[in-house]
């Protein structure tokens, strides 16, 4: 009967934090405890809006995200999980349930309560195991304070755990970024993602730092050492930021990346539905206000031309180191790939930076040390 259903992701947003950190642009804000609650109700009731919309929809991942999800109470978590399961039909046998955590914010209280809540897979924000780099980034925590709960994650029995970590901070050197990195592997966890630092406008950082402070030349040679010192760690690149162990990549990022079908819930939630792309009111008290029915809420509801969805099938699928396959790209949009993108693949093979095998295509190392420059080929003019 499943098989007749469409896969869905669900993404859950948590806005608040404990503090905002110095380079962060997400919605997220510290809140008060009244908020959280508030925010709590509203959520449950767009979730409840839904029930008569999402009958069509088997959901076999769900991200609970922020802002600091583990910043609320775990009977808070309990709640929503308890709000989607009487209006989503999940795939039980194989669902994977994250939620993202900061350290400081971790509690044996609340991890009981994810476990209660059905979730099977911790995500960490810890950025860097430096105290001091901690420290410029605003960050609320120490390596030790991780250490701690971490370990404490790992006694209750969450098996598949993920690590951020956070390259190309102003001051930053080869030799702490590689500390970082090894004490990482120490804690063997199952995934690690690895994102340079953008600064972005609006940020603490952006008034405290210029372009000049990031090394460009530096990141890409810590980009060829991550990969290599995790590769000799058992870990392997599945995408251009993220490794894992065998049989531990996301498969929720993976959806996206695949452009399955994902629902965003909460505020300012992103979503990508019957190809048409929108995202949720991002002011909070407006959310708050009206998010008894999904459809209030939703804003710059944008339908995918046939372009646009072939765009995104390109350089969305090319970050994942297994590519494209172009028998789907044939069978999604019914025609041949040689047809739209030959020349530009021709000429990606050629410079050494596409590799084409059986059906697949994808992007070789010198293509990923520039891979915006190789996926923006594939956009139309
Ligand atoms: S914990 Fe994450 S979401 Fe919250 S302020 Fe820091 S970077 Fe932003």
Redesign the pocket.
Known sequence: MNNQKKDLGLYIHIPF?VK??DY?D?L?APANDDTKRLYVKALIAEIDSLKEVVSEYLVKTIFIG???PSSIDGTFIIEIMKAVQNVFELDVQDIEISIEV?PGTVTKEKLLAYQQAGINRLSF?LQSTDNLELKKLG?IHTFETFVDNYNLARELGFKNINIDLMSALPGQTLSSWLTTLNKVIELKPEHISAYSLIIEEGTLFYTRYSEDDQDEELDRVIYRETKDTLEKAGYYRYEISNYAKAGYECKHNSSYWMRTPYLGLGLGASSLIQNTRFHNEENLMEYIKLSNDYRNIRREMDKLTLNTQMEEFMFLGLRMQKGISTKTFEQEFKVSIESVYGDVIKQSIKEGLLIAKENNLYLTDKGIDISNLVMSRFIFE
């Open positions: 934090c905002k950190c962060c997400f997220s922020g802002g600091t900061n924000g960050r």
